[in-house]
């Protein structure tokens, strides 16, 4: 025999009480393993790599290059860093392919065909470069 039908306002309740409970769920993976990617490889922490950071700028990466030289951003606001080679990028706070000593941002690799969005904590120039490819360097200005 098939499941008797909700009628009138249960079925309103019991839509309710499971958007709830899925709501819960998603809270608690997120909470049970913070700055830890759900999926993708993509980081939740502040001032990190996030996939859902507000739209700003995009630099394409191709042909070991960052494509520009400077670009400027509002605090807040992620710059997506789309990488269209094969190859992994590995891009941190510093220059000629050597990281800052107090980097403000955490190192984020980018692999091959694959999208992270930087969000830049404060205001202030920002020296990228890329820790494989030395020649690789831009900076971000951040207002």
């Known amino acids: ?59 394409i990466i191709k042909n070991q290059d960052f494509g520009t030289a400077e670009l400027a951003t509002t605090v807040g606001i992620g710059v997506s860093f789309v990488n269209q080679e094969s190859v992994t990028h590995v891009v941190a706070e510093g220059t000629s392919g050597d990281e800052a000593a107090n980097p403000r941002i955490p190192t984020t690799r980018i692999p091959g065909a694959e999208k992270r969005v930087i969000v830049f904590p404060q205001a202030g120039d920002y020296h990228l470069t890329c820790l494989i490819h030395q020649r690789m360097e831009m900076v971000v200005h951040v207002r």
């Open 1 to 59: 025999m098939p499941p008797r039908a909700v009628v009138g306002g249960n079925a309103r309740a019991w839509l309710i009480a499971i958007g709830a409970a899925c709501m819960l769920v998603v809270v608690a993976l997120s909470s049970s393993h913070p700055g830890r990617p759900l999926t993708g490889g993509l980081r939740t922490s502040a001032g990190g790599s996030t996939d859902f950071a507000g739209a700003g700028p995009t630099v």
